[in-house]
């Protein structure tokens, strides 16, 4: 275990991910097939959505794509650090817009998209 100290993480913000990620994994028939469609039009980026609001009830939230050089311009260096390094082939970028201004970014996988390891 390192000896290095792990900040401290508050128990609404701890709820607040698991939150989050339960979410991303729930709507990931949406959100895959959208970030693989932003890669291959825009190039590397990420998926955003609009927490905050749901146009139709039930329906959805707005969600874009933005490009590395959008992301760069509007969020910091997590997001920066996340879409610089996603593996396309099974990966992409999810940047949470919530109230407050408050954004909430995560590196997603689909584990059944990671490509297998070469066997000899």
């Known amino acids: 275990m390192s000896s290095e100290r792990q900040p401290h993480i508050p128990e609404w913000a701890r709820r607040e991910r698991l939150a989050d990620l339960a979410w991303l994994a729930e709507n990931l ?29 039930g329906k959805g939230n707005p969600m874009w794509y933005l490009t590395q050089e959008q992301v760069s311009e509007y969020f910091g260096a997590d997001e920066m650090r996340m879409v610089s390094a996603y593996d396309s082939s099974w990966e992409f970028v999810a940047i949470l817009l919530k109230q407050r201004n408050r954004v909430s970014s995560y590196r997603m996988g689909v584990p059944e998209q990671r490509p297998k390891p070469k066997t000899r």
């Open 29 to 57: 028939h949406v959100f895959w097939p959208a970030a693989q469609a932003g890669y291959a039009q825009l190039g590397r980026g990420a998926i955003t959505v609009d927490t905050m609001v749901q146009p139709v009830p």
